[in-house]
């Protein structure tokens, strides 16, 4: 099948906000050559990556938009533009390909349309931009609503915040020290061909230089590293575990949060973890499987806004990795550009409240609970916290004292780097040994 016809069937579904990349993409990729693969992720990704640009470049073009039932029409004149755009492919071929695509898709009534519409483009671009600039979601790639909360949030660095979003973000490794030191990964990854530098803040931490297939990194399959950003590694340090603590990791899928403490920390008493969604879990499985992890952790299937699964008795670790919007992670993710709402922000901050408000109790006087997100909204974040901590007795403010993140009044900030970690915010919270 056409490669472009196949991407168009992977983005029209999100168009119509229905899925995710990560729910779509995969199917089509099994059923794509070997050799075609790498070329239809790379359409996926860097359309939605530069999606906001493309599509007003789109509606600029037609003299109408496509009708709802034609979303794969929209789909693949993105393509197209983003072909013309960003990669290295002929334009004649980008153009020609594309314009096939509408027979696949059993549209050849668009064929005379997507080659006027490509023509034109390759003829008028510099002209075209220059109009479109103009305008802000053009300009910064993101929808209004998001640029004008970044700029409410972050009047200072809304700017790089959107700038970061758009770059393609480093394959991240945390090195399991059981196994071997960082150095000694390294150099590992050297013998190879694989060049990296450390982390500046998790001592774990490995960025490799350039993007590869992590399953065939000798070593991967037995442990030797998993993947993780170096902000997410962060929580292992800030929740200081000690010999002996019973600890929870609430919210616990995919794992790395988990599989990182259990590494870091062998002479835990108890480790449990809760994850409500059954894929979400297995995979969870899996990594504890890979890991040679599995009988170092008990997994509950339960929500964290409840309690039924509870046995009673208290922790002195809790991690909460709170659901939260992802804006962090957009360059990981550059569909939530496109499936995120402003008016999702709230309801999600107070589903975060709400699992905090029942773990609480489960936290022993003088426990350590260390709330996490991967969101760079401070609704989700700071507030949250400060929220919590009027409603519940005993909350304690851990400063956290690091050479990463901006300092804010109830937690640490970090926002997405060059060649560098993610958008994440970490607080940490004491329970005080008698109420207050």
């Known amino acids: 099948m056409n490669i472009r016809a196949q991407a168009a069937q992977v983005l029209a579904p999100l168009l119509g906000q229905h899925g995710s990349l990560k729910a779509h993409l995969p199917e089509a990729l099994k059923h794509c050559p070997a050799e075609d693969r790498p070329l239809l992720q790379q359409l996926c990704y860097g359309t939605l990556r530069d999606l906001f640009r493309l599509s007003a470049i789109a509606e600029l073009l037609l003299e109408r938009p496509f009708r709802e039932r034609d979303q794969d029409l929209q789909a693949l004149l993105v393509i197209g533009l983003y072909q013309l755009r960003s990669l290295r492919i002929p334009p004649h071929a980008a153009v020609s390909e594309t314009v096939e695509a ?3 898709l059993n549209k050849g009534w668009a064929r005379k349309l ?52 758009d770059l393609q973000a480093p394959l991240t490794l945390r090195v399991n020290k059981r196994l071997l030191t960082t150095d000694k990964a390294a150099d590992r990854l050297r013998e190879q061909g694989l060049d990296s530098h450390p982390g500046a803040f998790s001592d774990a931490a490995l960025y490799l230089e350039q993007a590869v297939d992590i399953t065939r990194i000798p ?20 929740l200081a575990c000690q010999p002996g603590d019973r600890v929870l990791d609430a919210c616990a899928a995919p794992g790395g949060k988990l599989c990182h403490l259990l590494e870091a920390n062998p002479q835990l008493g108890e480790v449990v973890a809760i994850e409500m969604e059954p894929s979400r879990a297995e995979r969870i499985r899996d ?12 997994l509950h299937l339960a929500d964290a806004s409840a309690s039924s699964w509870w046995d009673g008795k208290p922790f002195d670790r809790i991690l909460v990795d709170a659901p939260c919007s992802g804006t962090g992670v957009i360059r990981r993710n550059p569909d939530i550009k496109l499936l995120r709402r402003g008016e999702d922000i709230a309801p999600l901050a107070d589903m975060q409240l709400a699992i905090l408000g029942n773990l609480w109790p489960m936290l022993k006087p003088g426990g350590r609970l260390v709330y996490a997100t991967c969101s760079v909204f401070s609704q989700e974040n700071e507030r949250v916290i400060e929220r919590f901590a009027k409603l519940h007795t005993g ?12 300092a804010r009044a109830h937690g640490r900030q970090l926002f997405p780097q060059s060649r560098g970690h993610d958008g994440f915010f970490y607080a940490v919270l004491k329970k005080a040994l008698t109420p207050e």
């Open 395 to 406: 909350v304690q403010l851990e400063p956290i004292d690091a050479p990463w993140g901006l």
């Open 287 to 298: 990594n504890l499987e890979r890991l040679k992890l599995s009988g170092e952790c008990v």
């Open 114 to 165: 997507f080659n006027a519409v490509l023509r034109r483009y390759q003829r008028e671009q510099q002209a075209l931009d220059s109009t479109l600039e103009q305008t802000e979601t053009y300009r910064w790639n993101h929808p209004q609503w998001m640029i004008d909360k970044l700029k409410h949030n972050w009047p200072e660095q809304w700017q790089a915040i959107l700038e970061q979003n």
């Open 102 to 104: 509408t027979a696949e």
């Open 219 to 238: 070593g991967f399959a037995q442990g030797y590293f998993s993947v993780q950003d170096e902000a997410a590694q962060l929580a292992c340090d800030l």
